[in-house]
């Protein structure tokens, strides 16, 4: 198999030369300099810094917004300094990996990702080994990858395992109780998190503990118990201080408020999600959700505009999912029949397809009762006359967050 091909397909898709080709191809070029180092186990001939010369000039050519450059730039000043492949160069090149992963490009982000974990020995670095390895994971997990992302998992388990490392082991038993919710398997999933949660705290790691009270109270929240995964949310945003972790964790809490009714604490958490993470994924969950909170707040023209901005957006499989789904209630919720059955059905087949079970249960029983229904707009639902003092406390929280970042209303 040629190796990068993702980058090749990726790059097959573009129009040549726009923003996006140029920083795929900028990758693509450090990459293949790695590829050159590895394979002659030292430093690149000095006959071949014409090639040198090549990598900086198509990382010049990225845009100056665009993240990558930054950390593209960082990976050929860490090989060049050294003149060889070291954990040092891994290290800066799982960075890289992880600014795909948080731009939606799953499939460039498992290839760098694959190859962290193949430059990186165990016995010499079990941390980033472990690290590279979940980080697979999860990736593939998010592009709908079952089997690479199982195989990924299980190699970590096993490095950490065999080392000793029981924050790698319990931060994987996180990662495969996340794949167990993304199947719709809830019981396995909570099986897991219970056990990880009291090992964690046994073991004095709050980061595991963090991370493990997020998943659990989306497990909550799925199971319909929005106030408990709101209560869980905010223990775990307490125990976290990685951005990107924080923001999964408020966009979670954000769509729990929906849930319950509470849907002014929902905008506000969403506005400073859609405005301030630099996680594409999160940005378009936070989108999403807007758009649900257009439609039950009758709201049509909000609702559209959202629509478009989703329907071309580069979403994971199980947000695309989700984003058919909203779109199919929203319709029906605005009285637009025959466009919610038409995207209900899309999201019914869809979810199939990808194996996200929950989702096509949920489209289907929406299909039955679009179908059944001779008016089935849904009435207006008013907040809640009274919330838990425990939630209150977030959504008094969430507000004040929104006037420190300066989101509009």
């Given at each position: 198999?040629?190796?990068?091909?993702?980058?090749?397909?990726?790059?097959?898709?573009?129009?040549?030369?726009?923003?996006?080709?140029?920083?795929?191809?900028?990758?693509?070029?450090?990459l293949?300099?790695?590829?050159?180092?590895?394979?002659?186990?030292?430093?690149?001939?000095?006959?071949?810094?014409?090639?040198?010369?090549?990598?900086?000039?198509?990382?010049?050519?990225?845009?100056?917004?665009?993240?990558?450059?930054?950390?593209?730039t960082?990976?050929?000043?860490?090989?060049?300094?050294?003149?060889?492949?070291?954990?040092?160069?891994?290290?800066?090149?799982?960075?890289?990996?992880?600014?795909?992963?948080?731009?939606?490009?799953?499939?460039?982000?498992?290839?760098?990702?694959?190859?962290?974990?193949?430059?990186?020995?165990?016995?010499?670095?079990?941390?980033?080994?472990?690290?590279?390895n979940?980080?697979?994971?999860?990736?593939?997990?998010?592009?709908?990858?079952?089997?690479?992302?199982?195989r990924?998992?299980?190699?970590?388990?096993?490095?950490?395992?065999?080392?000793?490392?029981?924050?790698?082991?319990?931060?994987?038993q996180?990662?495969?109780?996340?794949?167990?919710?993304?199947?719709?398997?809830?019981?396995?999933?909570?099986?897991?998190?219970?056990d990880?949660?009291?090992?964690?705290?046994?073991?004095?790691?709050?980061?595991?503990?963090?991370?493990?009270?997020?998943?659990?109270?989306?497990?909550?929240?799925?199971?319909?118990?929005?106030?408990?995964?709101?209560?869980?949310a905010?223990?775990?945003?307490?125990?976290?201080?990685?951005?990107?972790?924080?923001?999964?964790?408020?966009?979670?809490?954000?769509?729990?408020?929906?849930?319950?009714?509470?849907?002014?604490?929902?905008?506000?958490?969403?506005?400073?999600?859609?405005?301030?993470?630099?996680?594409?994924?999160?940005?378009?969950?936070?989108?999403?959700?807007?758009?649900?909170?257009?439609?039950?707040?009758?709201?049509?023209?909000?609702?559209?505009?959202?629509?478009?901005?989703l329907?071309?957006?580069?979403?994971?499989?199980?947000?695309?999912?989700?984003?058919?789904?909203?779109?199919?209630?929203?319709?029906?919720?605005?009285?637009?029949?025959e466009?919610?059955?038409?995207?209900?059905?899309?999201?019914?087949?869809?979810?199939?397809?990808?194996q996200?079970?929950?989702?096509?249960?949920?489209?289907?029983?929406?299909?039955?009762?679009?179908?059944?229904?001779?008016r089935?707009?849904?009435?207006?639902?008013?907040?809640?006359?009274?919330?838990?003092?425990?939630?209150?406390?977030v959504?008094r929280?969430?507000s004040?967050?929104?006037?420190?970042?300066?989101?509009?209303a």
């Amino acid at each position: 198999m040629i190796r990068h091909q993702s980058y090749f397909d990726t790059l097959g898709s573009m129009q040549e030369d726009s923003p996006s080709w140029r920083a795929v191809f900028a990758g693509l070029s450090v990459l293949r300099l790695v590829d050159a180092y590895t394979d002659t186990v030292s430093s690149v001939d000095p006959a071949n810094w014409a090639q040198l010369h090549s990598v900086r000039t198509a990382i010049e050519a990225v845009g100056e917004g665009d993240a990558v450059k930054g950390v593209l730039t960082n990976v050929i000043e860490e090989v060049t300094k050294r003149g060889a492949i070291d954990d040092t160069v891994s290290g800066s090149l799982l960075a890289y990996g992880r600014v795909l992963d948080y731009a939606a490009s799953w499939g460039l982000a498992i290839d760098v990702f694959s190859s962290v974990v193949k430059l990186t020995r165990p016995e010499r670095n079990a941390k980033l080994a472990v690290e590279a390895n979940i980080a697979v994971g999860g990736a593939a997990r998010r592009n709908g990858d079952w089997d690479t992302s199982a195989r990924a998992y299980s190699q970590a388990a096993y490095i950490a395992d065999t080392l000793g490392d029981r924050q790698g082991v319990l931060t994987v038993q996180i990662g495969i109780a996340n794949t167990y919710m993304a199947k719709g398997n809830l019981p396995q999933a909570q099986t897991i998190l219970d056990d990880v949660l009291v090992q964690s705290r046994d073991q004095e790691l709050p980061q595991v503990q963090g991370l493990a009270l997020h998943s659990r109270a989306s497990l909550a929240s799925r199971k319909g118990d929005h106030s408990e995964g709101i209560q869980l949310a905010h223990d775990a945003l307490g125990l976290t201080t990685n951005p990107t972790d924080r923001d999964f964790i408020l966009d979670d809490i954000a769509a729990m408020f929906t849930s319950i009714g509470l849907r002014d604490a929902a905008r506000d958490t969403h506005l400073v999600l859609a405005a301030t993470s630099q996680s594409q994924s999160v940005r378009g969950q936070a989108t999403i959700n807007l758009m649900e909170l257009a439609a039950l707040d009758g709201m049509p023209e909000a609702f559209d505009a959202y629509a478009r901005e989703l329907a071309t957006a580069r979403l994971s499989p199980w947000n695309r999912a989700h984003y058919l789904l909203f779109l199919g209630e929203g319709m029906d919720t605005l009285g637009r029949r025959e466009a919610s059955e038409e995207a209900l059905n899309e999201a019914f087949s869809f979810a199939e397809a990808n194996q996200i079970h929950q989702v096509a249960f949920k489209a289907q029983s929406a299909l039955s009762a679009v179908r059944s229904a001779a008016r089935s707009s849904k009435p207006f639902v008013a907040p809640p006359t009274w919330v838990p003092e425990e939630v209150g406390t977030v959504v008094r929280a969430m507000s004040e967050l929104r006037r420190t970042a300066g989101a509009a209303a």
